[in-house]
C-alpha cells in the first residue's frame, strides 16, 4: 500500500469513523494512524493475525462504499477546490461558483 492510499482510508475514516464499530475503529487507528503491523496488532489485542487482515480489508471496503453513496469525501474536496478558486475571482465568477457549491450540498 502507498502513502497515498495511506491518507485515502484515513480521510475516510474521519468522515465515516462514527458508522464502525468500536473494534473496527481500534484495528484501523492502530493499523493506519498508528502505522502498528498486522502482528503488533494481533499480539497487541489477542487475535489471530488472519483476523486483523480479515477486519482490515472487511471495513475499508465498508468504507469505501460508504464514500460511493454517501459521498461525503469527494463532496469535501470538490468545496475546498471551489472555496480556493473564489479567493482569486471578481463577483459575478463568485456568483457561478457559488451556484456549483450549492449542488455540492
Do not use: P
Amino acid at each position: 500500500m502507498n502513502i497515498n492510499d495511506k491518507i485515502y482510508i484515513n480521510s475516510l475514516l474521519d468522515f465515516y469513523e462514527g458508522l464502525l464499530t468500536d473494534r473496527q475503529n481500534e484495528i484501523l487507528e492502530m493499523y493506519y494512524r498508528k502505522d502498528y503491523s498486522m502482528i503488533e496488532i494481533s499480539t497487541e489485542l489477542n487475535i489471530s493475525k488472519a483476523a486483523v487482515s480479515d477486519i482490515v480489508k472487511r471495513t475499508v471496503k465498508q468504507l469505501e462504499n460508504y464514500e460511493k453513496k454517501l459521498k461525503n469525501f469527494h463532496n469535501y474536496n470538490q468545496r475546498m477546490k471551489l472555496y480556493g478558486k473564489l479567493e482569486m475571482l471578481d463577483i459575478k465568477e463568485i456568483l457561478l461558483i457559488i451556484k456549483e457549491l450549492k449542488e455540492c450540498e
